[in-house]
């Protein structure tokens, strides 16, 4: 869809409220930490709210790659009735994009009727004019926007979980629950928590980027995101014989459990590690009172990846990304599977941890995941 000021319809969501709308809509840039506290509120309460909308998420990004954030929130009589977080992101690879939001899963609005939702789009084609923008992503579960060009590149992986821990073996297909099993009974893998453990789980995640031929993001990412929300992260650990062989990061929202970080040494795959490194957190989300667990999103042309939640007795949902390009602008193409980086996915692996851990730090800036 072309960038424009022209009005737009809605392709309204289920609203969480339903206030009359007896009052205009103003919108502003968030600021200051009583109006962030009243932003993780209102999100909190969203329906499709997830920890991607939250301040924790926008400061973290600031500080770990330098994008500026533009946190639109709309407002009715002082009450917070919608918000959209948005990044500019000024790429070497992709010119200057505004993205809701980067290197997460989900995003886009979240508004309680279709006044907020209006008013939120309207407040975005100003941002977009006044900053020069060629391209809008807007990274939302279902379609926001009638008439945005899609990117149905992507699916979720999400199911909710039974009522006990002891039920969630029996919950997974057959084949999950053996080398799930396998790992605990047959190679005594042990698992550990704590936030102490991050520096590990990095280093297991970068080694594994690089194994897949893929860019790691900094360790000050991970580190943010653990020091403004440690009560909504869990740091986890997999051992054998006293080795770390599996690391995750996962991210806690409401019910909702998303392991989102991981790392495998795959000299040890031959303990089917990953198998039992989700179902001890399964698990635990049970135990701790979770509902819903969230394997995230994956892309449609990485079989690998889209068989191995299928293998755990997830089935795939579309997700309604929308993208949005100004006139004579041509969207750029960041995706892993480009041919603009067969050369350099292909030489990835073979160079040093010494070199790709910084050079993909320093990347991932350009490529907002």
């Known amino acids: 869809m072309s960038i424009s000021t022209e009005p737009i319809r809605l392709v309204e969501p289920a609203p969480h409220h339903q206030p009359q709308p007896v009052a205009p809509v103003s919108v502003s840039l968030l600021n200051g930490p009583v109006e962030h506290e009243n932003w993780d509120a209102y999100v909190r309460a969203a329906e499709n709210g997830s920890w991607f909308h939250t301040t924790a998420w926008m400061t973290a990004v600031e500080g770990a790659f330098g994008h500026q954030p533009y946190y639109l929130q709309a407002e009715r009589a002082g009450k917070t009735i919608g918000v959209l977080p948005l990044f500019l992101v000024r790429s070497l690879l992709g010119g200057r994009m505004l993205i809701s939001v980067p290197y997460a899963v989900y995003g886009g609005a979240l508004f309680d009727d279709a006044a907020a939702g209006q008013a939120l789009h309207a407040a975005l084609h100003r941002h977009v004019q006044e900053l020069g923008v060629s391209t809008v992503d807007l990274r939302s579960l279902t379609p926001q926007f009638e008439g945005g060009e899609a990117n149905d590149r992507y699916v979720t992986y999400r199911r909710t979980l039974p009522e006990t ?48 031929a893929s860019i790691n993001y900094p360790y000050r990412f991970f580190e943010l995101l653990v020091k403004l929300a440690p ?11 006293g080795h770390p062989v599996a690391g995750l990061l996962t991210l806690l929202h409401g019910e909702t459990v998303m392991p989102y970080f991981v790392g495998l040494d795959r000299r040890y795959r031959f303990t089917n590690m990953s198998n039992f490194l989700y179902l001890s957190l399964m698990e635990w989300a049970v135990r701790d009172g979770r509902r819903v667990f969230d394997f995230g999103r994956s892309r449609r042309d990485n079989p690998g990846c889209c068989d191995f939640k299928r293998f755990h007795g997830f089935e795939a949902t579309p997700l309604g990304y929308q993208r949005m390009v100004a006139p004579g602008a041509h969207p750029p193409d960041l995706t892993p599977t480009s041919a603009r980086f067969g050369l350099a996915r292909r030489m990835w692996p073979y160079l040093p941890l010494a070199l790709t851990r910084p050079l993909g730090a320093w990347v991932s800036r350009h490529i907002p995941g």
């Open 231 to 241: 009560e909504r992260t869990l740091t986890s650990v997999v051992y054998y014989r």
């Open 165 to 212: 821990a002891g039920d969630v073996a029996q919950w997974l297909p057959r084949k999950a629950r053996a080398a799930a099993r396998s790992g605990k009974d047959k190679h005594a893998l042990t698992v550990e928590c704590g936030r102490h453990l991050l520096p590990i789980v990095w280093r297991l995640y970068s080694a594994s980027m690089r194994r897949l």
